[in-house]
């Protein structure tokens, strides 16, 4: 494939790593530097990815549409927007996939920490608790996917309001963990995160997957897809 990248970050970057590995071509590259020549650099490609900033999802949305080009979105912190975001693909006939996590065993880890939440409210006694760590630099917070995790959580335990707790520092890539506390013992399922190259890997599984397709998923309409299927 012939994909794009919205921002050159370390996301992006790791990305680019592991689709040019993988034997796919990084035709061009829109930062800030260059986004007023995005329709015209979007081009050509099979689709693109997002790892940019949230403020910039939206124009990057329109942009991909314009071109005709799905668009994988892996930036973060672009909840208010989504409305809009769903809005423009599906007046344009463009397609777009996204998600607070691209990594497949983080998003294996959620179907868990569901099922695990819905167990725990059923026996009673249990409160729920998220935690979440990453790194310095990483400007949302709490975390896309402990938002994520918040809500299932919520589910499970018919509505009830689940504390997360943030920290940022160092160089952490991801961690997330789901705890249920009673008086008598303590139960915990933790995703660690060694790097950034699951994340990358799972976009580029959704970037196969949205090609040829029109409207708005999740990377878990994805792994769905990719579960029932004997193939990517």
Known sequence: MRLALFGHGRMARAFEAVARGAGHEIGAVITSQNAGEAGRLLAGHDAAIDFSVPAAVL??????????????????????????????????????????????G??????????AAELAARLGGYDPFIEEAHHAAKRDTPSGTALALRELVRRGFGGREVPIASTRAGHIPGTHRVGFDSSGDQIVLEHVARNRDA??????????????????????????????????
């Open 59 to 104: 124009d990057h949305v329109a942009a991909c549409a314009g071109a005709g080009v799905p668009l994988v979105e892996g930036t973060t912190g672009w909840q208010a927007q989504e409305a809009a975001v769903r809005a423009l693909v599906e007046a344009r006939g463009a397609a777009l996939v996204f998600g607070p996590n691209f990594s497949p």
């Open 106 to 115: 983080a998003n294996l880890f959620c179907r868990l920490a569901a099922a």
């Open 199 to 232: 994340f990358a890997a799972g976009a580029l599984l959704a970037a196969r997957w949205i090609v040829g397709r029109r409207g708005v998923y999740t990377f878990a309409d994805v792994l769905d897809a990719v579960l029932a299927s004997d193939r990517p």
